[in-house]
């Protein structure tokens, strides 16, 4: 065996620092089995130090260091004298024991210390790094550089505690400010000498500090007097009076020990004068009453000590003040019955006359009476006890939980009187009370309590018991019930009836998230109503929405809570399935025409697509439809919604490519750039594809004009983000915003056709509402900047002007809250109208802002002005009782018209009095009376304003809002039909036509249905109503038909062929033949029988297919194939692909056995006789086949054996095994990274001490195997 050298990070270190001259030689250990540590196999390299980097070449990039923050960093700087150096005779400077002690103090502290020799050969030491880092680097430098002296100090014992402070903090604080080591004695310690060790420099700083604590102390005294316990309450005094006056008269702290406390030490404490004088007094005292006083014994019972001591020692100190005598009473938990009087001996007698009145004024006396009746005795809220309290107030009376006896307590007399009465109430209650106890699981204990109390509170009123059921952390099953005898009884049969029922029962826990709760619920509980209906029995239990529990509990007989279980299930799969939502952008404009007339066209995508469409509001600037339901039943939705804008706006949809890079910068700042594209180019949708998909597609739909225009605007716009882009910003007040860009965008297109820069305004809620960017060319941007600048300057240009305007048109300016000034302002620049005020004659308008504004607002307060001059009023009779209906919901019809006519329509005021004509009898569908000689009401006068043309036109589409009443004759036998379920189907027609449907009582079994609505709607809902009459009267003649049923005998074996793989083949025959067809249940008697329903036909055929499907099944044969079970898996395939498609070709069915099973090779092939023959003989040929390619494979895996690392490998090589036929260990390390705990997890790859970076020092968290490093 070859010899190696062994070098230790020890003995390398101690190598370098030339302590050792000696050569290390040494061998591997003799054991064999040695296993070297990880940093014995792999030393880590060399570091270098800051202050060799700062002495060396330059270390580049690498080397350099971060800045340290200056203001939590601070730096020291100190000498140690050549005399004082405690290493002077290294051969190098650096190099030494100097440098291992620093680089050791770096390592625990985290200071950064240099070092550096100065011409008198002492060392100069920098601390650099935190204050805290800093004190301690100092301390322990002073402590192992430099030579150590050390001085002792002597100070009172006393004041040793002042100098170590709370906890040693006091201590630690001088240690550190001084450096130097402070050593006190222990307080068992007799010595008063304090020892100092440190420099001389510390030693005298530490010696001043510690003598100033003392001289502190020596100004204050402390005195400690031992004097016998006995005679310290006539030193206090009664009620500790005689200490607190002597306190006062010295100015010095008297402590005196409590009775409680066995100790006879006074303490004093104060100014040494204040003290003597305290002491000498105390002395006095106790001297006097020592030499007076005298003791006598008494023995009284010890129930009675406590009168004799009184509340909080009142009655002891009381007896003090009278008599002068001290009481001295034995401890509680002593059992001696003995007082000690001590006093004066004339006072004696009368102090021990008052310990016997106050031992024998209370009298305790205890009453016998069941624990279960204490309750009853107190009476309810305490009337009973409260009652003998009022009358007996000294009188105490005391309850033991779970004892059998009442203590009262108080004067003799009273507790006589109050023990009679008890005696009373307790002989009474044994007459007429009774209780039981039984014993309930635990677990039905919140059952029988039910909700808020509900069940027990229902059992203790109805037959007037008490019961109690213990609390849950009592962990206790009996249940105790107290009252009258019979009720008694009654209550614990119920109370067993229930537990039996609950016995019964069972609870399972459904999880299903939160946000389907209410869902499930229903409006005002209507859906989970009807899932209570149908499972009565099963309670169910939804978590409060506060605890965001997803935990449905069903509590109920075990059958009907599976089966409520399996209900919900279904109905959770249903929402969820249900719950895919997509949002589509439809232009604004569209919004109508997709709702359609009376929301025709949105009802019937919903219908046909059974899908939920939201739309965003009219007021609201969002453009996007969200359709929520089923996957496919959205996408055929949003096919339906883009196809109706499609055809009513000749919608195109474009895409471009882009490079990908570009698409921030055309998006622009939170979407201003490609925004003014959109609105520029009549809302054209332009979308980008998402960040970092990599894709260059943009897409832009919308009108194909407008598509094209802006498909040249996005590419032109690249374009120059590509060659020049410059972008300019520009500051102006948003009101002026509107005018800049004029009536359909007209000035601001000017200004950029004359410039070609492009400018964009900041959207309505955008966070810098003024300002506005101009992109383009750079001479382009600066000229258009130019010209907004000259035109916002005109703008700020405030004038006064004013027009005269005739005092009967002002309230139309000023009406409705200001509207039309507010909408002057918006569109001309901001520009303030004022109008006199009302009831003034003036005709003076007065117009302040901007020149250009106020000319444009007086030419269009002008325009305004002629409309109202050419105005006429129309007045329209309208029953009153109508107005509603003509108004629509909202008052959305009447708004309408207005808008769509261009004029005003008043309402007169509600008249609810009954004169007049009768508005229920004379006219009917919105006609005058046939006489004509009716005047209308005022009422009833809907008054029309605007143009003639236009008011004419808003008095037809008025009158045409005008509800109308028709009879449809419908049979009476189809009305529930056309109600529906719920009065779904009425509902529904009422919704899409607009109209209000009547169908009579089914007592009444009128042929008769009422419709009433405007003229239109009632026409479309009168055909509505016989169309959906024709498919009734359908439908019913085909439900006849379908329903002819015949029935068929089946052996249960064939049923699971019949029904084939996951239902496949009886599926295949419903739907061939149209008609049902039901297997028995599982606990049906004849499990023969199946029923075949539908049309008569259909039936027949169903049944002859069924019949000759028996007939080929009853043909079959079973028989078994013995194949090697190593080939099963090559003729299943894949996913059983294989061998399906062997059974398709065959047309047999072949079962392989399961694993673990006894006849692993036992395979069944089941079918027609010749078709088994032909599929066992192709199983055999290929087990064959497979065969020989498994014994192939087998005998090649022999010599294929992975090689060993440490020899030979295939045949004969080992096996992966070393010389000795064992298993090859490789090379094994000790504390390696990879066997520490956690080891399985990827390193750190920005640690800077697992990757350390080259030229950089990283502080290591031990001394390296290479050596300290330099300094």
């Known amino acids: 065996m070859s010899s190696v050298a062994v070098l230790t990070p020890e003995s390398f270190a101690e190598h370098r620092s030339g302590l050792k001259d000696q050569e290390l030689t040494g061998c591997v250990p003799e054991d064999e089995a040695y296993i070297p540590t990880y940093l014995e196999a792999f030393p880590p390299l060399p570091e270098k130090s800051a202050a060799e980097a700062k002495a060396g070449e330059p270390s580049g990039a690498w080397g350099s260091k971060i800045k340290p923050i200056k203001a939590s960093v601070i730096t020291q700087v100190f000498h140690v004298p050549l005399e004082e150096r405690r290493y002077r005779d290294n051969g190098q400077f650096g190099e030494g024991e100097e440098a291992k002690v620093c680089l050791d103090i770096m390592q625990r502290t985290g200071a950064h210390i240099e070092l550096s020799l100065a011409k008198d050969q002492g060392l100069s030491v920098m601390v650099t790094g935190k204050l805290d880092s800093v004190m301690k680097a100092r301390k322990e430098i002073v402590a192992r550089l430099q030579t150590q002296a050390s001085a002792t100090v002597a100070i009172p014992k006393e004041h040793h505690r002042f100098v170590i402070g709370k906890n040693g903090e006091k201590l630690q604080e001088l240690e550190l400010k001084t450096a130097t080591k402070i050593a006190i004695p222990r307080h068992d310690d007799p010595s008063t000498s304090i020892r100092i060790t440190g420099t001389k420099e510390g030693i005298e700083k530490a010696r001043h500090e510690v003598l100033l604590i003392s001289a502190e ?449 055309l998006i622009g700042s939170k979407g201003c750039l490609v925004r003014s594209i959109m609105e520029e180019c009549g809302g054209v949708h332009i979308h980008f594809p998402s960040e970092g998909s990599g894709s260059e597609k943009v897409t832009i739909r919308g009108p194909a004009g407008e598509v094209e225009r802006a498909r040249r605007q996005l590419l032109q716009l690249a374009e120059e983000k590509q060659v020049n882009n410059f972008t300019a910003e520009m500051q102006a007040r948003p009101e002026y915003h509107r005018f800049l860009i004029g009536k359909g965008g007209a000035n601001i297109r000017r200004v950029r056709d004359r410039t070609g820069a492009r400018i964009i305004f900041p959207a309505p809620h955008d966070g810098e509402p003024e300002r506005i960017t101009i992109v383009g060319r750079e001479e382009a941007v600066r000229l258009a900047q130019k010209e907004l600048e000259a035109l916002v300057k005109n703008l700020d240009d405030v004038v006064e002007d004013s027009m005269a305007v005739e005092p009967r048109h002002h309230r139309h300016f000023v009406c409705r809250r200001g509207q039309v000034l507010r909408e002057l302002a918006e569109e001309y620049g901001g520009v303030a109208v004022s109008f006199p005020r009302t009831g003034a004659s003036s005709r003076r308008v007065t117009l302040k802002g901007a020149k250009d504004c106020v000319d444009a607002a007086k030419r269009r307060i002008q325009e305004i002005i002629e409309d109202l001059e050419s105005q006429v009023s129309v007045e329209v009779c309208v029953l009153q009782r109508y107005h509603r209906a003509v108004m629509g919901p909202k008052g959305s019809r009447i708004q309408q018209l207005t808008k769509e006519h261009q004029v005003q329509v008043q309402f007169p005021e509600r008249d609810d009095s009954s004169t007049g004509p009768d508005p229920q009898a004379p006219q009917e569908n919105g006609e005058a009376s046939p006489n004509g000689e009716v005047v209308p009401r005022k009422c009833d006068i809907i008054t029309i304003t605007g143009r003639a043309e236009k008011c004419e036109l808003a008095k037809a589409a008025l009158l045409a809002l005008v509800p109308v009443t028709e009879d449809v004759e419908v049979s009476y036998e189809l009305h529930r039909y056309i109600i529906g379920q719920k009065g779904s189907g009425i509902r529904k027609m009422m919704e899409e036509y607009e109209v209000n449907i009547w169908v009579p009582q089914p007592d009444q079994q009128w042929d008769v249905i009422r419709v009433t609505g405007q003229v239109t709607n009632v026409e479309r809902a009168k055909q509505g109503l016989l169309q959906r009459v024709k498919e009734l009267q359908a439908e019913q003649e085909d439900r006849a038909l379908r329903s002819f049923k015949v029935t068929m005998s089946v052996e249960p074996r064939f049923h699971p062929k019949i029904i084939g793989r996951k239902g496949a083949v009886i599926s295949q025959i419903r739907k061939d033949h149209d008609v049902s067809i039901q297997f028995p249940d599982k606990g049906d008697e004849q499990q023969d029988v199946l029923v075949i329903s539908g049309y008569e036909a259909n039936v027949e055929e169903a049944r002859g297919a069924l019949e000759r499907l028996v007939a080929e099944l009853q043909e079959m044969v079973s028989q078994d194939v013995r194949l090697d079970p190593r080939t099963h898996a090559r003729i299943i395939g894949a996913r059983g692909k294989a061998i399906r498609k062997l059974m398709e070709e065959f047309k047999v069915d072949i079962r392989f056995p399961p694993p673990g099973s006894d006849e692993p090779d036992r395979v069944v092939v089941m079918g027609l006789p010749e078709t088994v023959d032909n599929a066992i003989d192709h199983l055999l040929n290929l087990e064959e086949e497979y065969m020989l390619s498994v014994t192939e494979t087998e005998t090649m895996a022999a010599y294929m054996k992975p090689p060993s690392r440490y020899g030979g490998g295939g045949v004969g090589g080992g096996g992966g095994e070393d010389s000795n036929g064992g298993p090859a260990k490789g090379y094994v390390v000790r504390d390696a990274p990879w066997n520490a705990a956690g080891g399985n997890k990827a390193p750190d790859m920005s640690s800077a001490e697992d990757f350390p970076t080259f030229g950089v020092s990283v502080a290591p968290k031990q001394s390296s195997a290479w050596g300290p490093k330099k300094f």
Request: proline letters at 5%.
């Open 217 to 665: 102390q020596d100004k204050r005294a402390v005195e400690r007097v031992c004097l016998e316990k006995a005679f310290h309450p006539f030193i206090a005094g009664a009620h500790n009076r005689l200490v607190q006056e002597l306190s006062q008269e010295t100015g010095a702290r008297i402590s005196i020990p409590p009775p409680s406390l066995p100790k006879d030490e006074i303490v004093i404490t104060g100014e040494k004068e204040a003290v003597a004088m305290a002491l000498s007094r105390i002395r006095a005292v106790y001297d006097d009453k020592k030499r007076k006083t005298t003791t006598i014994s008494v023995e009284v019972k010890k129930s009675q000590h406590k009168y004799i001591v009184g509340p909080k020692g009142t009655t002891l100190q009381e007896i003090l003040e009278a008599t002068g005598v001290s009481l001295e009473m034995p401890p509680l938990d002593s059992v001696s019955e003995t007082i000690i009087l001590r006093g004066e001996p004339d006072q004696l007698g009368p102090a021990l006359t008052q310990v016997y009145a106050k031992a024998k004024s209370v009298m305790v006396v205890e009453v016998t009476a069941p624990a279960w009746l204490h309750r009853f005795i107190i009476g309810k809220k305490g009337q009973n006890i409260g009652r003998i309290t009022q009358q007996l107030p000294r009188v105490h009376i005391e309850f033991t939980d779970g004892e059998e006896r009442i203590s009262l307590e108080g004067p003799t007399e009273e507790v006589e009187q109050a023990q009679s009465q008890i005696q009373e109430i307790i002989k009474d209650l044994l007459v007429r009370m009774d209780y039981t106890e039984v014993v309930i699981e635990q677990r039905f204990h919140r059952h029988l309590i039910g909700k808020n109390g509900t069940n027990i509170n229902r059992i203790k009123e109805q037959y007037k018991v008490s019961v109690r059921i213990p609390q849950d952390s009592e962990h206790s099953g009996l249940v105790r019930i107290e009252g009258d005898p019979q009720g008694v009884q009654m209550a614990r049969r119920e109370l067993l009836e229930m537990v039996q029922r609950m016995e019964n029962e069972r609870t399972k826990e459904l999880m299903v998230e939160q946000k389907y709760h209410r869902t499930i619920i229903g409006q005002k509980g209507e859906k989970i109503k009807e899932v209570r209906d149908k499972f009565p029995e099963v309670v169910i239990n939804f978590p409060d929405p506060a605890q965001k529990s997803d935990v449905v509990q069903l509590r109920g007989p075990k059958n009907e809570v599976e089966k409520c279980g399996k209900f919900l299930q279904k109905l959770i799969a249903e929402l969820i399935e249900n719950s895919f939502s997509l949002s589509v952008p439809i232009f604004k404009q569209f919004h109508k025409n997709i709702i359609g007339k009376g929301g025709a066209n949105i009802k019937k995508i919903r219908e046909e697509t059974n899908t939920k469409i939201d739309l965003p509001t009219e007021n609201s600037n969002s453009e996007m439809i969200v359709i929520t339901g089923r996957k496919n039943h959205c996408e055929a939705a949003r096919e339906r919604v883009l196809a109706i804008q499609r055809d009513l706006a000749n919608i195109k949809e474009m895409e471009v490519a882009i490079p990908s890079k570009l698409h921030n910068s």
